[in-house]
């Protein structure tokens, strides 16, 4: 049996109303840290007109790959073998980048190579949605997010909840800019962040944030 997520199931759908729109006008997405395959299964024969690339760690493929088999979607990639911090990304052609849960887990060295990968990936109008717990301005928006950051840190110091404001810092580093926060059940949210223009970011009611 493929392995099962059961926090996948219960997010999954309310990440797909964000894409729908996030993802509108992209045609290829790279899925970072596709996990078990759910994700990508559900965005793939739910979005038909994307091209999913899955991928994720060399040594987690297998149960990503069984999902991926079962569902033979004909817009399914087969999974790429990619860890963010081994540069460059394998060369994948695509004006949409996904990742859910994958930042906090993370070491802040991977945190960064994951936006230099997506700003190198991504050109002008693509477009990188971040799924997950964040925090602002040092700030936790729930308790339970609080409890589950000294949990990762006790687990594993270098990991945690990210700042927005230290990912969008990383973003406009690599060309990106911060263009819409969506609140998400359980305390969780959406970042979408788009390949700034050369003009760089505008104002909140142009389309753009700037933090």
């Known amino acids: 049996m493929p392995a099962f997520a059961e926090a996948c199931e219960r997010n999954k759908d309310p990440i797909l109303a964000v894409l729908r729109g996030a993802f509108a006008g992209v045609r290829r997405v790279l899925e970072i840290g596709s996990g078990t395959g759910q994700h990508a299964v559900h965005f793939a024969t739910h979005l038909p007109h994307l091209h999913w690339q899955p991928s994720e760690l060399p040594d ?14 004909p817009n399914l990639a087969s999974p790429l073998a990619l860890d963010v911090r081994r540069e460059p990304w394998p060369c994948v052609e695509a004006d949409g980048v996904f990742s859910a849960n994958t930042l906090h887990i993370m070491g802040w060295p991977g945190v960064e190579a994951f936006f230099r990968g997506a700003g190198t990936t991504l050109r002008d109008g693509g477009v990188l949605c971040v799924y997950g717990p964040f925090r602002y301005d040092g700030t936790y928006t729930s308790a339970s997010n ?18 927005v404001t230290d990912l969008s810092r990383l973003a406009r580093e690599n060309g990106l800019a911060l263009s ?32």
Do not use: C, Y
């Open 180 to 211: 819409a926060d969506h609140d998400m059940p359980a305390n969780n949210r959406t970042l979408v962040f788009v390949r700034a223009p050369a003009a760089g970011a505008r104002d909140v009611n142009s389309g753009w944030i700037q933090l």
């Open 146 to 163: 609080a409890e589950f950051d000294a949990w990762l840190k006790a687990r594993d110091p270098a990991s945690g909840l990210r700042d």
């Open 60 to 73: 987690q493929l297998a149960p990503l790959g069984a999902h991926l088999v079962r569902a033979a979607l």
